[in-house]
């Protein structure tokens, strides 16, 4: 029988027998459906594309110990679990980015300088101005409007 003829559940136990014909064509049917759904999510090709890419190493290595119900389930769970931790890591870089302004304030301007209101925020909009602008935008909002 021809592998592209196999259901999932039969792909899926050779996959288990470290079948690579069976890995390449779950990969073939995937690809590109986790790819959508990471990239409806983070909105950069790359990323989308790393991620998805991520699932499938990851799938590969652990072969032989995962457990797998229904492969179409698991893998829109794992593409979901990849998008989770890729948005934590661009918060946690934002929050990052953010101490590391206020640090650079702190330390290119001492308290005696900050006299007005406007030199701080000039020293602010500086230290903005060397950020990517959505990451500026994203911090003028938070800390400015609420």
């Known amino acids: 029988m021809n592998i592209k003829q196999l259901h999932d559940e039969q792909l899926v136990t050779l996959f288990h027998q470290g079948s690579m014909a069976s890995f390449e064509e779950i990969y073939q049917r995937y690809w590109y459906k ?6 409806h999510q983070v909105n950069v090709q790359e990323d989308a594309e ?28 794992a593409v979901k679990n990849q998008i989770y931790k890729y948005i934590k890591s661009k918060i946690s870089l934002q929050k990052y ?7 650079d304030i702190y330390q290119n301007h001492h308290t005696d300088d900050f006299v007005s209101f406007h030199e701080l925020m000039d020293a602010t909009e500086a230290a903005l101005g060397r950020l990517p602008e959505k990451s500026a935008e994203v911090f003028r909002r938070s ?4």
């Not at 499938?56 to 769970?77: A, C, E, G, P």
């Not at 980015?97 to 640090?103: A, G, H, K, N, P």
């Open 34 to 39: 986790l790819f959508k759904m990471a990239y």
């Open 50 to 77: 790393e991620l998805v890419q991520d699932i499938f190493m990851s799938l590969w290595k652990r072969r032989s110990i995962v457990i797998i119900k229904q492969l179409d389930l698991y893998l829109m769970l």
């Open 97 to 103: 980015r953010e101490y590391i302004i206020f640090q």
């Open 143 to 146: 800390r400015f409007h609420n």
